[in-house]
């Protein structure tokens, strides 16, 4: 990934170069301005804003959540050692971070074997969907390569550790939540949209909701399949989205 020398959310929103890397850094950091962990081309300042700037605890905003997890990790830590385990967990956290990184997502979270990023916020992107869209797909292309060098240390039968995707579109509500631990997060239908999305998904699979194939174009096909997803009182209509021998491209 290409890191940025200033922080890309305050420059869009603020105009404020707020340097992240060389000497130029020194200043900010000595404030306590550092690279955030969520995306390293933002800065923690951007992690304050609701509260030093919008004087606002949470806000409103559309964005695209993604959704990842690990297949089968559950089964492989049965005849895994806990450090071979560790270092697959491990692999797989950097490679998804990288991909989401690289279309200018938020690492949200990290929970367990799976992850949650967020697309349109704090850095601002018209075309948040096919930016998801495209990073759940580097993500895919990434995680191929690097689990199929794991594969070999860890022997890894066919299909073990792929990763599933799910993604969905529209308002969801995005600031800090809690009382005695404060989470900064989105939550709302969108997000368990996302999340349950991805629990259908099978190995190698991304799925995605239509609002997230109606601003992508043609890079998803058109034909979509109902899901009976846990928690939704109607079937929900998903569209594969995972790359065809590199057609569909974004």
């Not at 933002?42 to 992690?47: G, I, Q």
């Not at 071979?84 to 971070?97: K, P, R, V």
């Not at 259908?200 to 890079?219: F, K, P």
Request: charge should be positive.
């Amino acid at each position: 990934m290409n890191s940025s020398k200033i922080c890309k959310g305050c420059w869009q929103t603020l105009h404020l170069p707020v340097a992240l890397r060389g000497p130029f850094s020194i200043p900010y950091r000595m404030v306590g301005l550092r690279p955030s962990r969520m995306n390293p081309n933002l800065c923690t300042f951007c992690e304050l804003a609701f509260t030093r700037i919008m004087k606002a605890r949470n806000i409103t905003i559309n964005a695209t959540v993604l959704f990842a997890d690990l297949r089968g990790y559950t089964t492989a830590s049965q005849h895994l050692a806990p450090d071979q385990m560790s270092l697959a967990l491990d692999a797989f956290y950097d490679e998804c971070a990288e991909a989401i990184w690289e279309y200018d997502g938020l690492l949200n979270k990290t929970i367990g074997d799976a992850v949650m990023a967020v697309f349109n916020f704090p850095i601002r992107q018209e075309n948040h969907a096919a930016q998801a869209l495209r990073a759940a797909r580097q993500m895919q292309r990434r995680w191929g390569v690097r689990r199929n060098k794991l594969s070999k240390d860890l022997d890894l039968t066919e299909g073990a550790l792929s990763i599933g995707v799910g993604i969905a579109s529209g308002n969801v509500s995005f600031g800090e939540f809690g009382q005695s631990h404060r989470d900064l997060t989105a939550i709302g239908t969108v997000v368990n949209t996302a999340a349950r999305a991805q629990s259908v998904a099978r190995a190698g699979q991304i799925l995605v909701t239509s609002a997230v194939r109606d601003q992508c174009e043609n890079a998803v096909s058109n034909k979509g399949v109902n899901y009976d997803l846990k928690g939704f009182a109607a079937p929900t209509e998903l569209y594969d989205a995972a790359e065809c021998n590199g057609e569909r491209r974004v």
